[in-house]
């Protein structure tokens, strides 16, 4: 071979992307969904209250609850297990799409309140004559739908960007993260600002002009809570298996890394922050209707670091580990608060202190471990 011939380098292979899921996975989801949209409705609406297999309305108003904290859970995933950024501050976003909602609902009570008339009770109680400014499009469902969205979204948007130039991170972007949801409880906690004050939003009645308190809309809200919790899992398999995913999980292991490499972190961390924050809002909304209450108490700090701890004991990094611990540490919780509420402080201390010394990778780590010593 001769000097000036040009040396033939082998292709250049880049690794080939996961399915969306697996034959098990794909098993799972359909059962997850057959269990949403076919069985828990049955079981609901069809079998006679006595039966030993009829799903109760308090049930069903339960996992609805924890649909909701699961898909806040998966946010948190995204932005704490697949990127590396700790935030302590989701319930603030949660509670904006829970008011966001609440707002609407308070105006389709109409003049069937305490004191009939078209203001909310609060605001008569208080001697408000007219709606505040920012009242102005409560009562379209289009315009809350968008609120829903856009004002978590918007707000994390504004806080991430200049966060994220000023290059936080770490124990202090965490800290600054409970900081701003703990000074948004103490802003909605006033009468003036024209949220309920401390009794928030209540007393809710229909929506879209449909009755609330009825076992079809109960279960109409459950199983839309339930798609959109599926929904989001696959919107999220779909983002960690692409670039865009990759690129999140080298900022997590290695930000000054993929900074030589010549991509700008900043944009990255913005995007999926902000996209975190719309999903609790999307949470908080779907909340709402079912409990039937939103209050400032939603952005309590210790709501916050609920759903951190919620992604770490389900296992960080897996998206499906934050719905079960999600749905295990809620299901203990409402449990415990019955049979011993003075000891469930205390057990959930204890739990995440647990995991974090033994559990690093969570309840989905512990079984890929004993799945793979079984084959061993």
Same mark, same amino acid.
């Given at each position: 071979?001769?000097?000036?011939?040009?040396? /033939?380098l082998p292709p250049l292979l880049l690794p080939r992307r996961e399915p969306l899921l697996s034959r098990t996975g794909w098993v799972a989801f /359909?059962?997850?969904?057959?269990?949403?949209?076919?069985?828990?409705?049955?079981?609901?609406?069809?079998?006679?209250?006595?039966?030993?297999?009829?799903?109760?309305?308090?049930?069903?108003?339960?996992?609805?609850?924890?649909?909701?904290?699961?898909?806040?859970?998966?946010?948190?995933?995204?932005?704490?297990?697949?990127?590396?950024?700790?935030?302590?501050?989701?319930g603030l976003f949660f509670a904006l799409g829970g008011y966001a909602m609440g707002m609407y609902l308070m105006r389709q009570i109409g003049r069937?309140?305490?004191?009939?008339?078209?203001?909310?009770?609060?605001?008569?109680? /208080?001697?408000?004559?007219?709606?505040?400014?920012?009242?102005?499009?409560?009562?379209?469902?289009?315009?809350?739908?968008?609120?829903?969205?856009?004002?978590?979204?918007?707000?994390?948007?504004?806080?991430?960007?200049?966060?994220?130039?000023?290059?936080?991170?770490?124990?202090?972007?965490?800290?600054?993260?409970?900081?701003?949801?703990?000074?948004?409880?103490?802003?909605?906690?006033?009468?003036?600002?024209?949220?309920?004050?401390?009794?928030?939003?209540?007393?809710?009645?229909?929506?879209?002009?449909?009755? /609330?308190?009825?076992?079809?809309?109960?279960?109409?809200?459950?199983?839309?809570?339930?798609?959109?919790?599926l929904g989001f899992f696959l919107m999220g398999r779909w983002l960690v298996g692409s670039k865009f995913g990759r690129v999140l999980q080298a900022?997590?292991?290695?930000?000054?890394?993929?900074?030589?490499?010549?991509?700008?972190?900043?944009?990255?961390?913005?995007?999926?922050?902000?996209?975190?924050?719309?999903?609790?809002?999307?949470?908080?909304?779907?909340?709402?209707?079912?409990?039937?209450?939103?209050?400032?108490?939603?952005?309590?700090?210790?709501?916050?670091?609920?759903?951190?701890?919620?992604?770490?004991?389900?296992?960080?990094?897996?998206?499906?580990?934050?719905?079960?611990?999600?749905?295990?540490?809620?299901?203990?919780?409402?449990?415990?608060?019955?049979?011993?509420?003075?000891?469930?402080?205390?057990?959930?201390?204890?739990?995440?202190?647990?995991?974090?010394?033994?559990?690093?990778?969570?309840?989905?780590?512990?079984?890929?471990?004993?799945?793979?010593?079984?084959?061993?």
């Amino acid at each position: 071979m001769s000097q000036n011939s040009p040396v /033939l380098l082998p292709p250049l292979l880049l690794p080939r992307r996961e399915p969306l899921l697996s034959r098990t996975g794909w098993v799972a989801f /359909l059962l997850a969904l057959v269990a949403v949209c076919v069985l828990a409705p049955l079981l609901n609406l069809a079998v006679p209250d006595g039966s030993a297999l009829h799903l109760s309305d308090y049930m069903v108003g339960l996992l609805g609850k924890i649909m909701c904290y699961a898909i806040c859970a998966l946010a948190m995933d995204l932005i704490w297990g697949y990127t590396g950024i700790l935030s302590l501050g989701h319930g603030l976003f949660f509670a904006l799409g829970g008011y966001a909602m609440g707002m609407y609902l308070m105006r389709q009570i109409g003049r069937d309140g305490n004191y009939h008339s078209d203001l909310p009770d609060f605001m008569v109680f /208080l001697d408000w004559k007219s709606l505040p400014w920012h009242w102005t499009f409560s009562g379209s469902f289009a315009a809350t739908l968008l609120f829903i969205v856009a004002v978590p979204g918007l707000l994390a948007f504004v806080f991430g960007f200049f966060a994220f130039r000023s290059r936080i991170k770490g124990v202090y972007f965490s800290i600054i993260t409970q900081a701003m949801t703990f000074a948004a409880m103490l802003l909605f906690f006033r009468n003036e600002t024209g949220f309920g004050g401390n009794n928030g939003f209540t007393d809710f009645k229909r929506i879209l002009g449909l009755p /609330l308190a009825t076992p079809a809309m109960r279960m109409g809200l459950f199983v839309i809570t339930g798609l959109l919790l599926l929904g989001f899992f696959l919107m999220g398999r779909w983002l960690v298996g692409s670039k865009f995913g990759r690129v999140l999980q080298a900022i997590r292991d290695a930000e000054s890394r993929v900074m030589f490499s010549g991509y700008n972190p900043i944009g990255f961390k913005l995007t999926i922050w902000t996209l975190s924050a719309m999903m609790c809002g999307v949470a908080g909304a779907l909340y709402v209707p079912q409990v039937g209450i939103i209050n400032p108490g939603e952005m309590s700090p210790a709501n916050s670091i609920e759903i951190a701890i919620w992604a770490a004991v389900g296992g960080r990094a897996t998206l499906v580990g934050p719905i079960l611990g999600a749905f295990l540490i809620n299901g203990a919780k409402s449990w415990l608060t019955v049979t011993a509420p003075e000891i469930w402080l205390y057990f959930l201390g204890a739990l995440f202190i647990a995991v974090t010394l033994f559990l690093p990778d969570g309840v989905v780590g512990l079984a890929r471990r004993l799945r793979k010593g079984r084959r061993l």
